[in-house]
C-alpha cells in the first residue's frame, strides 16, 4: 500500500555507503529527508548528490538529517561517489542505501511502473520527529530536485508544526503567514500578539511569528 501524508514512516535497515543503517536510528529525534535516485551513474542524479552534499550545513541547521537510495549495489555507489566528488566538487556526506532488492523502493512506492518499472522516480519524503511523513514530492527522473525549495518547505513544516499558521503562495522566510481558520479572533489576540490583517474572515495575515 502506499505511503500517504500522515502515515507512520516506514521503518528499514539498509546496506548504505556509510554502512548498517536502521532508519529510525539514524533519525534519532530529529527531521528526516529520504529520497531516491533512479539509477547510479545517471547524470541529473549526479548532480543532485553533489549539490545536497554541498548545502548539507543548511539541513543540518534545520536538524534534517539526509539520506538517500538508489537501486544499485554497494560497490556500484562507491565507485558513483567517486565521480560526484571529481564532477560536482563535494563528496557524499550522508548515507546512500543501497537497494538492489527494491526493498526500500518497494516500503515507500518509489517504482511507478508506467514511468519506468525498475528504476525508481526522484520521491522525496519529509519525515518528521514523531517519524510521520510530513511531505512527499514526486518527479520524473527527467527532472531534477531544487534544493532551495526543498529548505523552503521544510521551513514551512517546521514552523507550521510550531504555530497556529499556513504559508501562502511562494513563501519564503521571513514572509507573512496566514492564521489557521481554527484560530478564532479572541484566541488569535494571544497567539498572535505582532497583529493581523484581516482581508476576509477566512484570510487573516500576520507576520511570520517566530521572526
Ligand atoms: C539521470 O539521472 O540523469 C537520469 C536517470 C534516469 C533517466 C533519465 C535521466
Redesign the pocket.
Known amino acids: 500500500m502506499a505511503v500517504r501524508l500522515g502515515d507512520d514512516a516506514p521503518n528499514f535497515t539498509a546496506e548504505t555507503t556509510e554502512g548498517t543503517v536502521n532508519l529510525y536510528d539514524y533519525l534519532g529525534d530529529g527531521w528526516g529527508m529520504l529520497f531516491s535516485?533512479?539509477?547510479d551513474f545517471?547524470?541529473?542524479?549526479t548532480t543532485e548528490l553533489g549539490a545536497f552534499a554541498k548545502r548539507k550545513a543548511e539541513f543540518d541547521k534545520r536538524n534534517v538529517k539526509m539520506i538517500g537510495v538508489s537501486v544499485d549495489p554497494l560497490d556500484s555507489h562507491h565507485g558513483w561517489a567517486k565521480d560526484i566528488e571529481e564532477t560536482q566538487g563535494s563528496a557524499l556526506n550522508y548515507p546512500l542505501i543501497a537497494d538492489p532488492d527494491h526493498k526500500v523502493a518497494d516500503l515507500y512506492d518509489m517504482i511507478h511502473p508506467n514511468a519506468n518499472d525498475t528504476?525508481t522516480v526522484r520521491s522525496v519524503f519529509i519525515i518528521g520527529p514523531d517519524k510521520k511523513v510530513k511531505l512527499m514530492i514526486t518527479y520524473p527522473?527527467?527532472t531534477g530536485r531544487n534544493v532551495d525549495e526543498l529548505l523552503r518547505v521544510i521551513d514551512s513544516l517546521q514552523l507550521t508544526a510550531s504555530y497556529q499558521v499556513a504559508t501562502p503562495v511562494n513563501w519564503n522566510q521571513g514572509d507573512d503567514c496566514i492564521i489557521v481558520t481554527a484560530v478564532s479572533d479572541e484566541d488569535a489576540k494571544d497567539k498572535f500578539p505582532k497583529g493581523w490583517k484581516t482581508l476576509k474572515p477566512d484570510l487573516r495575515v500576520t507576520p511570520q511569528p517566530d521572526k
Open positions: 535516485h533512479p539509477k545517471t547524470p541529473v542524479c528504476l527522473a527527467s
